[in-house]
Structure formats: C-alpha cells, structure tokens
C-alpha cells in the first residue's frame, strides 16, 4: 500500500512550535511513516531558528529549505548562505509538491 506524502512548512515564530514540527518530520522521516518528507521554512520561523544551532544542524540533515525570498525581506539571507543552509524561492516548488499530493502540515 502506498504512503501519503508529506510537506512540512515551519512558519512559526515560537520555537516550541517549531520543534515539534521538526522532531514530527524527523520521526516520519527516520521511522518511514510515509513515503516522503520534505521540509520548508518560511516567515517568522526563519528568525526563530537562527537562534538554535541545534535547530539549524537538524534541518539541514533534513535538506530544509528556507524561502529566499523571507530571508532577503528580513536581511538573514547572508547568515543562511553561511551556515550552509539552502535557500531558495519556494513558492512555485511548495505549489508544485502540493499540486503532486503531497499533504501540507504547517507548524
């Protein structure tokens, strides 16, 4: 039997928030509850990461990629490109995922 997909889009700004979107992602990922895991930061939860290396190491084991777009609005672009992070402009890709069944989770 096939899997749901799944697409995890941390946009809080409450890091609580935040982490339990990505220890749920992580799980799923690890434990294969579904076939797969993508994961995108976008808004306020861009700032809120920052502050967590922990957080940062995470998501980019995860392959995350944060919207380059919020990044440049806010001036965190640079801090991202260094800490290695993936920045990209995500709205045509998360549209596409969504568009291919990938089920949305907003945290």
Do not use: R
Not at 8 to 21: H, Y
Not at 45 to 57: Q, V
Not at 66 to 90: M, N, P, R, S, T
């Amino acid at each position: 039997m096939s899997k749901a997909k799944v697409v995890i889009i941390l946009v809080n700004q409450n890091v609580d928030v935040v982490k339990t979107g990505i220890l749920f992602g992580s799980n799923a990922s690890k434990y294969n509850w579904f076939d797969d895991v993508k994961f995108f930061l976008m808004g306020e939860s861009e700032n809120t990461i920052l502050g967590n290396d922990e957080l940062i190491n995470t998501l980019k084991e995860l392959e995350a990629i944060a919207c380059k777009f919020v990044a440049k609005e806010k001036g965190i672009d640079q801090i991202y490109k260094e800490k290695g992070f993936k920045l990209e402009y995500i709205g045509e890709p998360l549209s596409n995922l969504i568009n291919n069944g990938y089920v949305p989770m907003v945290f």
